[in-house]
């Protein structure tokens, strides 16, 4: 069966990323309002009604600023460990609020969403892998080093959303102070290009189609820069940028390793 994938947002400013079938969708992250994300589901010819669950990475406020409002409109569940709900400032309603733990699977229709543990700097933060009959869609952001989980779940995937915050260089050069660049930097921060590309290369399955380049930084990465990391890996594998700024794409993907390009949308070409 395919799977439809579309970053909505990326970036420090807000994360949110939408993966569905023809019949039911789930977010991972609502770190965008909610006016936002109607806005962009629609340019994609995508109805909010299709979202049947939202699944939280992590408490940081670029992950769920949307959620509360999002949730409580639509009334749509919100997959969230304890202790991310606990020291989470945007909290969805509590009605809606759902139990997540580690390798547990969430049956959403015909989605099965199974959360595992990641590196970074929160209390409780996992990353997603979704997997429609076969069809695996894993989701990699915010963290600090490719852990056994992560090589585990992305030599697994058809399409994959992975992280690539940073520009080694660019933040050495740039104007942050030497204690947030050692957090970026850390083993509980962010991927670097250098980082993904080495999981990318190593790693990846040969039926991997599909990789969204993530959570760039705005002052210490860009567009060009990631893409010329990952240009002479990629291979038969189609590397776009997810933009801080509008949505992706919609791409179809399948087990049966095509990569077809749903809607181009106007601004998401680079």
Known sequence: MSVFV????????????????????????????CKETEKRLKRLDLKMETVKAIFISHEHIDHIKGVEVLSGRYNIPVYITPATLSNSRTKPPAHLARHLSASDKVNIGGLSVTAFPKWHDAVDPHSFIVDVEGTKVGVFTDIG???????????QCHAAILEANYDDEMLENGRYPYHLKNRIKGDKGHLSN????????????EYLTHLFLAHLSKDNNSHEVASACFAPHSGKTKVEIASRFSETALYEI????????????QGTLF
């Open 145 to 155: 080093a490719p852990c056994q989980h992560v090589i585990k779940h992305f030599s």
């Open 254 to 265: 399948t087990a049966s390793h095509q990569n077809i390009p749903r809607k181009l949308t």
């Open 6 to 33: 579309a970053s909505l947002n990326s970036g420090s400013n807000g994360n949110c990323y939408y993966i569905g079938t023809h019949n039911e969708a789930v977010l991972i992250d609502a770190g965008i309002s």
């Open 194 to 205: 250098a980082q993904a590309c080495e999981l990318f290369v190593k790693y990846r399955p």
